[in-house]
């Protein structure tokens, strides 16, 4: 489906590493959109049914009840839900990393593939790089911070590799106006990914 090394990118950007995890993540987080747990998995867009899918058999179920107050909550409503009962949730790295590769990864592939309908053609490297940035960003292709995974669409028609990864190396533009380094590095690290498969 995508390459050991977008696995690996996806991983460190998302958690770190399995220590990093292990100190700081093992718990629900609020990252800015809604409450995290695990690798990146984002309860502010996740229904009762996903989740239960995604996560029976890997948490206690005793937590379920816990996660299902804060689904679909972003924002503020969510970072007040970061309270004691909350961070009872504890989910062990191991646990977390079967609900991304069995779960995670392919949802995200659905997701590049429903903007991006040729990613079956492109290379691994490349199909990973596009499901790191959909991950990240989501689907929409609306308004201007949009513009460059627009121009995607059709640089994986045709296989232009270049072209993909100049397109997400000038979408990091819209995170340097914020501050927002880490999703600056994540675009150059996706390009340079894209670049790498073809020598």
Request: contains cysteine.
């Amino acid at each position: 489906m995508i390459s050991r090394s977008a696995i690996d990118l996806i991983l460190q950007f998302e958690v770190g590493n399995k220590n990093y995890y292990n100190k700081f993540l093992f718990r629900p987080s609020y990252r800015g959109t809604g409450i995290i747990i695990g690798i990146g998995y984002d309860l502010g867009n996740t229904y009762k049914t996903q989740l239960i899918d995604d996560w029976d058999g890997n948490i206690n179920p005793n937590y379920f009840p816990l996660l299902f107050r804060v689904l679909g909550l972003n924002g503020n409503p969510a970072k007040q839900m970061l309270t004691s009962d909350l961070l009872k949730v504890n989910i062990p790295y191991l646990c977390a990393y079967e609900v991304f590769i069995k779960r995670t990864i392919p949802r995200g592939y659905s997701m590049a593939k429903f903007i991006y309908p040729q990613i079956d053609d492109l290379n691994d490297n490349t199909r990973g790089a596009l499901v790191s940035l959909v991950l990240s960003r989501g689907t929409s292709l609306e308004g201007e911070n949009r513009e460059e995974m627009r121009e995607i669409i059709d640089f994986t028609r045709n296989r232009d590799y270049e072209g993909i990864a100049d397109a997400l190396e000038r979408s990091k533009r819209h995170f340097e106006e914020k501050g927002l380094d880490d999703q600056v590095k994540r675009r150059e690290a996706e390009a340079d990914l894209v670049l790498s498969s073809l020598f």
